[in-house]
């Protein structure tokens, strides 16, 4: 299998808030040792690990620094990181954004990008019109635009509004449209970064199977950034952890997503700043049957799960629910209820004797029909069942199981 991309010693530095050095005497230093001399830039010997936790004494930081892996044809790379991490700017430096400050990438074919809402869109051309100038800047020919047109356009979802400017879309739709030509116009290398968070739930599914097709079917590469650990989990073969703009580890994705929440990136509890959508998270949190705040429980305890929502405008039929995934991120169950114009307090009780021992996490979303999640939270929330001395001590979980329900036996002569 030949290598699709690979980069050597790849590092970005940043002078926080300025462009250049911003002092013409620092300037023409560097001008005359790089241009002139023919020297090392001075200013590469010093800077500061992107750390966003701490204030940091220097002007000069360092984004990415001294990247180096091979990503092989048809693989899919999943890179997983906190915000700031380095993710994105190492996805702009691979897509020609912007230019590393030091190393080299080499890629073999065509890359295609889909790097925030809306990357590569003019906002007063029609979807049309954008799809065609996106081909081109690709270096595709109208024909083979034409040929993949149809396809473009029932994939994305939007035909009813392809002739409508650009500017007059959601961003729902226009993540649909931006993907559908990323992912058609035969890219040998494909790009997204988190931004199917925007999407629904039945075009995150289409996506995570597009790029599945692209991959195993077409042989293509793909390189996927998103804090959702599940999806990362389905589609991706390989994992990349990014810390303070460091590869802290690049392996098998199930190890991957392993360290990355053993490194304490899943948080007990979420508090929300979505305040501008309708309905919105201010807070969620769990409670054990004493009514305390807690993040692990006994086996034979109900665990409350505290729904605490803002409110701007009541929207008929919206909905807020929770999924319960497993330690391996696979969705084990979900529960919806309708949210009532004046309650704003929700708590859903999970059943003692339900969940047996194990590591849980769970995703909450508001949804209003027919639309994207108006406000969720992603794999924020973990939390504990543990097995105090029972009946269930003496089997292993992996074996029989996460959930034990109540069954009523019925024998009859």
């Not at 001075?42 to 992107?50: A, D, S």
């Not at 807020?320 to 696979?330: A, N, Q």
């Not at 979900?334 to 949210?339: D, G």
Request: charged fraction near 20%; aromatic fraction near 10%.
């Amino acid at each position: 299998m030949s290598t699709a991309i690979k980069f050597e010693n790849i590092s970005k530095q940043y002078r926080l808030g300025l462009v250049s050095t911003h002092t013409i005497s620092h300037d023409l230093n560097r001008w005359w040792q790089t241009s002139i001399r023919g020297k090392e830039d001075p200013y590469l010997k010093i800077g500061e690990v992107n750390d966003r936790a701490h204030k940091g004494v220097s002007d000069y930081v360092w984004a990415l620094k001294d990247i180096n892996f091979e990503v092989q044809q048809g693989d899919v790379l999943g890179i997983i990181g906190k915000n700031g991490a380095g993710k994105s700017t190492l996805l702009k430096i691979l897509s020609k954004v912007t230019a590393p400050t030091t190393g080299i990438i080499k890629a073999h074919g065509r890359i295609a990008s889909l790097l925030e809402v809306g990357t590569g869109f003019h906002p007063e051309m029609t979807g049309r019109e954008n799809i065609y100038m996106n081909g081109a800047i690709m270096g595709m020919t109208k024909a083979e635009i034409n040929r993949k047109f149809d396809e473009i356009v029932d994939f994305s979802g939007v035909e009813r509004y392809i002739d409508t400017p650009a500017k007059r879309y959601s961003s729902g739709m226009t993540v649909r449209l931006g993907f559908a030509i990323a992912a058609h116009l035969d890219p040998e290398i494909l790009v997204v970064d988190e931004v199917l968070a925007v999407g629904d739930a039945e075009f995150q599914k289409k996506a995570i199977g597009k790029m599945q097709d692209v991959s195993r079917g077409e042989g293509r590469t793909v390189l996927f950034v998103s804090h959702n650990m599940g999806s990362v989990a389905t589609l991706c073969k390989t994992g990349m952890i990014l810390k303070n703009g460091i590869v802290s580890y690049y392996g098998n994705i199930e190890k991957t997503i392993d360290l990355y929440i053993a490194d304490g990136n899943v948080q007990v509890k979420y508090i929300g700043h979505n305040i501008s959508q309708p309905y919105f998270f201010k807070r969620i949190f769990l409670n054990n049957e004493n009514g305390i705040c807690a993040s692990s429980f006994d086996y034979k305890e109900d665990i409350e799960i505290n729904f605490q929502l803002g409110y701007n405008q009541h929207i008929d039929k919206a909905t807020v629910g929770f999924t319960v995934f497993d330690s391996k991120l696979r969705a084990l169950f979900s529960i919806n209820v309708l949210v009532q114009q004046d309650k704003l307090n929700y708590i859903a009780i999970i059943p003692k004797l339900f969940l047996l021992p194990a590591t849980y996490y769970i995703k909450s979303v508001i949804h209003v029909p027919n639309q994207f999640f108006i406000d969720q939270c992603t794999n924020d929330i973990s939390f504990e069942v543990e097995d105090t001395g029972s009946e269930f001590s003496i089997y292993s979980t992996a074996d029989i199981g996460v959930i034990s329900p109540q069954i009523n036996w019925k024998i009859e002569k």
